[in-house]
């Protein structure tokens, strides 16, 4: 939904409520399989943004709901699978005047809270940080198993 908002206001036009309800059909099983996760919050979150999506529609009213989408779901964006939304070809913007995010297809920056400029946040490595080990090891041998 986060980029069916953000097409809808780049491109200045109305969204349509019924799109959203797909969405929110999936909130009910979602709010069950995480019931005591710390997804919990982000469904509930995202599902009283996008209610307020449909209401909204157009303009700076759906800014916020996107805005407000986007705060619900950056925890999971960015700390639970964020190179599926790379390899995925998206990209996250944060408005540099108000901090406000949004996710984008391809192409250059196309700021959906207006004129300001913004920036590119890089998607975190999953293996970054992760401890290599360099100690001595035996070196392995290609022909284990195999000789007679």
Known sequence: MALYFHEALTDQYRIDPYFVDPAL???EPLRNRFANTRLASIVEDAEAALDAAKEAGQGEALAAELARLMTALEPWLLE???IHYRDAGLTLYRDT???RLWLQEGGPSRNPYGETEAEMIA???PM???QMETGDRQAVDPHAGHRR
């Open 25 to 27: 059909s999936l909130v």
């Open 80 to 82: 639970g699978v964020p």
């Open 97 to 99: 005047a108000s901090g």
């Open 123 to 125: 998607w975190p490595d």
């Open 128 to 130: 970054a940080g992760m």
